[in-house]
């Protein structure tokens, strides 16, 4: 039997953590108190045992160090400063690796660091604080470990660090990174270059196996990879550490080693797999989660390992308690646990009419997939059908792709061609779990979309509760199980209906495709125009599925911002598309190329002024006129170049214009004076940057506002809903709303969403 009394102690201090974190200060103080007195109270009166004052001794230590650390950044001469915008001078040392990530204006380098230094408003401090740097693309790009100065702006952080940091200066390098620093990043390039001459993919996915370094690994396989649940492979996860240290054990024992010094190479073997794959909180959760899955594969295993466990989640909440609120530590925690402490018992019960090695590989990643399921819905708002099975196709490969890609990153430092041939199987091996998510994902029903809300993750907690009692009489019995599978198999293969969907006379659909454009006119019977194509390749395509559109006469693109075109794979999904169109600015050049890429093809320059008619379409290009140039160049120009359209379908007129500016929207107003349409879709996700007259005049009975929940930008801008709503509109949002389609049923116009 497992020894849950550790793993109480993990419990209360996570609960102690989540306290502190996600209640008002004195609130979480006062439920602090009020549960020591409780238990104290409790185990004075003999009522409970004296062993539960671990477990509330854990919660209150933990809840102390989360209070101290929020005390000390909010008190931080970093967090004055930061309010006032200050411009300071800064020494800090590079902490994380930089990440490249899009921003309003153009790429932003964002990078973890720790300030030892900063001088400001003529007083300097010396202290310890954590900030982000958000540096611009052609800032230089250093290595983990540097110690630089450089002259910032501190902008107001969010909680976690004590501000963000804004270059304003070139870095002036004090001290580069440290010997191992140096050679863990050896490693990481070492590795990078075993694998260099393989499948694009496969050389991009080797390096995530091993080391979490999957920053040029296809967004649309990695969508594939979250649809059949493999997303802990691209991260370091316990697994990664499970099997590399594992390999480093099995080598020592084959060497000789033996004793104590099989735990010694044990340690060196995490200590460098933290190195190579970066000492952030994360990866040292990784690697606690990994040393507690070893500790488990030994004698009294299951005991062990669920001490270990507890254990485990204490000391990382009392080293970093901020995990407690992170996806990652609660998947890495609950995965952990239901291998531990469901899968033994499963497994027992598949032994009955299976071989051993057929029970273990089953119940392993059911267990992980049951004990997580809540989480991964409540982030992902779907509940995967593949992942149990795709996990046991990949699983055979990841190991030789993990142990061989680290192995041929080792033996390429010492001689280039034998980390070639050493890392050639690894890739071979990461093809094959390449293969197993693209089909995976193409399966009819991979995946079925779940609420978000509370009621929904409530049942789908009580059903997972319910299956671990049921699961070892459904698993011991071959026919129920057998049964059971077949079922699924049936569901995953049929794609079921959606009830009432598409709903009755629709003819315009403004799909939930997060912080961007995806917009659907319907041109017949299971065809339709679509305008734009959204962020998000799975998304579209599962709006598109939803409305049954088979058939896409015209693709046009409004213009090549990623939030308008990364989702074009998603509609070429399975489906016959014409003519690929979009504005004749070709900039980004990235999205045109992704466009491209996607298509196979070049993308048509959408004709201006003429009409023409798709099915029960009729369009016409009113924006932008041949060598338009009557716009504000402070404004974006591939914005102001978007495609502007004005549809008729339905006996309604609606308006599309992708995410034109002011001073485009101005020129509108003089080209098409006069226009007013039934269905007006707001410009660029309802920015505060309008010509609200001419919005307003417009008179739209609907306005459509295609924007991504809790985005960073602002969007929708409360005065342009305000003025929309004070001049007659219904404004409806997808992101409150989910899919948004307009419907006319005997004459008269009507709104149907689907949240």
Known sequence: MPDLRAVALGVGAWAGALLVLLLPGWVALGAVVVVVLVAVLLVARRTVAPAWLGPV?????????????????????LTALAEESAVVDVRLELTSDVRVVAGRYGDLQVVQATVSRVEGRGTAWALTAPVVVMAGADWPRLPLGTTLETTARLVPGDGEEAALVRPTGEPRVVAGPDVWWDAAAAVRRSVRAAVAGRDADARELVPALVVGDDGGLDPDLADDFRTTGLTHLLAVSGTNLTLVVGALLILGRWLGVRGRWLHVLAAVGIAGFVLTARAEPSVVRAAAMGTVALIGMGSNGRSRGTRGLGVAVLALLLLWPRLAVTAGFALSVLATAGILLLAPVWRDALRRWTPRWVAEAVSVPLAAQVACTPVVAALSGQVSLVAVGANLLAAPAVAPATVLGLGGGLLGLVWAPLGVVVGAPAAWSAGWIITVARWGAAVPTAAIDWGTGP??????????????????????????????????????????????????????????????????LRAGERAAVVVDAGPD????????????????????????????????????????????????????????????????????????????????????????????????????????ASVVVLAE???????????????????????????????????HHGSRHQDLDWLTSLRARVALVSVGEDNDYGHPAPDVLAALDAAGAEVWRTDLAGDVVVVVRRGEVGVVTRD
């Open 537 to 640: 390749p799975a998304a579209m395509d599962a709006c598109l599925d939803r409305l049954e559109v088979e058939e896409v006469p015209l693709l046009l693109l409004t213009h090549f911002h990623a939030d308008h075109v990364e989702g074009v794979a998603g509609v070429l999904e399975g489906r016959e598309v014409g003519v690929v169109e979009g504005t004749g600015l070709l900039d980004p050049v990235a999205g045109v190329e992704a466009v491209e890429a996607a298509a196979g093809r070049d993308p048509d320059v959408a004709a201006y002024g003429g009409t023409r008619r798709f099915g029960d379409v009729v369009l016409q290009a009113v924006w932008p006129p041949p060598g338009a140039g009557r716009t504000d160049p402070s404004e974006s120009a591939p914005n102001n």
């Open 649 to 683: 379908v339905g006996g309604l007129r609606v308006l599309l214009t992708g995410d034109v500016e002011p001073s485009a929207q101005a020129a509108l107003a003089r080209d098409v004076a006069g226009l007013q349409v039934d269905v007006l879709k707001v410009p």
């Open 57 to 77: 001794a854990a919660l209150a230590a933990v809840a102390g160090v989360a209070t101290l650390q929020l005390t000390l950044v909010a008190t931080s001469p």
């Open 455 to 520: 009621l929904a993750l409530l049942a789908l907690t009580l059903a997972c509760l319910v299956s671990v009692p049921l699961a070892p009489r459904l698993l011991g019995n071959p026919a129920s199980t057998l049964a059971c599978t077949g079922l699924l198999v049936v569901v995953m293969l049929v794609r079921p209906p959606t009830p009432g969907w598409p709903p009755e006379g629709w003819v315009l659909a403004a799909c939930d495709v997060g912080q961007g454009d995806g917009l659907v």
